[in-house]
């Protein structure tokens, strides 16, 4: 393989051994690709009328940098706009390596053959990287060599590069559909580390869906920040697509007019919801809990519900669906069922038969000192959230909401959540 490094201030030399100039830079094309070909050589102290040189004409890049033809018979190329110039826009810049999850510096660029075409086949981050642009690749081999460590070269496949430049629009557009296919907890740790430009830039092109996803485990700053450098009305869209105790907290964090604003603009179910959480303190089983919750009426069979909880509103919301709560026509709760007895419960018999009918409650005052002791002394993944005077159930309390009194916040985030987005 051969790295960029390696190239750049390199002389260029045509068919016959004449010294054509100095690599300046390396032009790419087509950036989306797997391994975008190499289309041009910048060159710096040239001949005239040799600014760039085509890749079709350049015979090999290591260990010279030779033409095919006589400087004389060389074709002009001229750059149309679209392409990456590799020294300008991509060393020492800032990438997401989409499969490690992480964020890293190119250190050095790798660059491979394929017949006749050369093309850019992934980023060096590692220290090798750069070590081997100082010269000094053989003093960090010896220095490895001595602490008994092994030298390796860790390359970043191009396929899984995301670029951050926000002012890239056509990398960026490639970047966006590499970087949500990565899961939202990865996505929001990298932005903690990204100014509010870059990260504005890098999450526009997101659905409303991805961005909810996402800020739902970024950090408070994180959320603020692109928030609000968004329209209004989408902002408001976002906020219906996450949690609603997420909403609610996202919210409370918001000076009085923002939160009235976004409120307003959210559509009537939604604004409920969240304005309900928002009436109790934050630090009480009603400020932490959220409205969505699987249930079903307390009449049905196993088969009745199973079928209810496939096509109802509710149900399809819930993310978590550990259980399946029993309610009234009132929305008291009747009793509580794992999601798995439901399954496993013969189908023709009543749903009464199988469920708790004493299920460990809390009232939406309780505090969260408290509710997350039930949590823990009962060993449950959500205790539900009960009106004390009307016994009309409001929500549940998960596990990881409960633990937050106990956990830093840092450390919640982190907490795997237990169902499929």
């Known amino acids: 393989m051969i790295y960029f490094s390696q190239l750049i201030n390199q002389p260029v030399w045509d068919a016959f051994g004449h010294k054509v100039g100095k690599v300046k830079d390396i032009l790419v094309n087509g950036t989306e690709e797997n391994m975008p070909p190499l289309a041009a050589l910048s060159l710096k102290n040239h001949i005239e009328s040799a600014d760039f040189v085509d890749m079709s004409q350049v015979a090999t890049l290591w260990p010279s940098i030779t033409l095919k033809v006589d400087q004389t018979k060389l074709k002009p190329f001229t750059p149309k706009g679209h392409e990456l110039y590799l020294n300008e826009r991509v060393m020492d810049q800032q990438i997401v390596d989409t499969e490690g999850k992480r964020l890293v510096r190119v250190n050095d660029l790798q660059i491979g053959r394929k017949g ?32 008994n460590k092994e030298d390796k070269t860790q390359v970043i496949p191009w396929e ?46 997101f659905s409303d869906e991805q961005l909810a996803d996402t ?62 959480l928002l009436a109790y303190p934050e630090d009480t089983a009603g400020g932490i809990m959220t409205t969505e919750f699987a249930r079903i009426p307390d009449n049905y069979t196993v088969e009745a519900a199973l079928s209810y909880l496939r096509s109802n509103e509710d149900a399809l919301k819930d993310e978590f ?32 038969k199988w469920f708790d009918d004493d299920p460990v409650v809390v009232g939406p005052l309780v505090s969260q000192e408290e509710t997350a002791y039930l949590v823990a002394k009962y060993d449950l993944m959500a205790i539900p959230v009960v009106d004390p005077e009307t016994k009309k159930m409001l929500g549940i309390v998960t596990v990881d909401d409960a633990l937050d009194t106990v956990l830093p916040t840092a450390w919640k985030k982190k907490l795997p959540r237990f169902a499929a987005r």
């Open 116 to 147: 006749e075409a050369f093309l850019l086949t992934g980023v060096d981050a590692s220290a090798n990287g750069l070590f081997r642009r100082l010269g000094l690749e053989s003093v960090n081999r010896a220095i490895a060599r001595l602490f």
């Open 160 to 205: 899984t590069v995301a670029s951050i430049e926000h002012d890239d629009p056509l990398r960026l557009s490639v970047s966006q559909s590499r970087l949500v296919q990565m899961p939202p907890a990865d996505i929001a740790a990298i932005l903690d580390d990204l100014d509010h430009h870059t990260s504005k830039a890098l999450l526009q092109g």
């Open 215 to 276: 800020l739902e485990e970024a950090s408070t700053e994180v959320q603020l920040s692109v928030l609000s450098h968004l329209h209004p009305e989408r902002a408001a869209d976002i906020l219906e697509k996450m949690d609603p105790d997420e909403a609610a907290d996202l919210l409370g964090d918001m000076d009085d007019k923002s939160s009235e604003q976004l409120l307003n603009l959210m559509e009537d179910e939604d604004e409920e919801d969240v304005r309900q």
């Open 321 to 352: 669906m550990f259980y399946v709560y029993i309610l009234d026509e009132k929305e008291r709760l009747k009793g509580v069922i794992s999601l798995r007895d439901l399954v496993t419960a013969p189908l023709g018999s009543p749903v009464s």
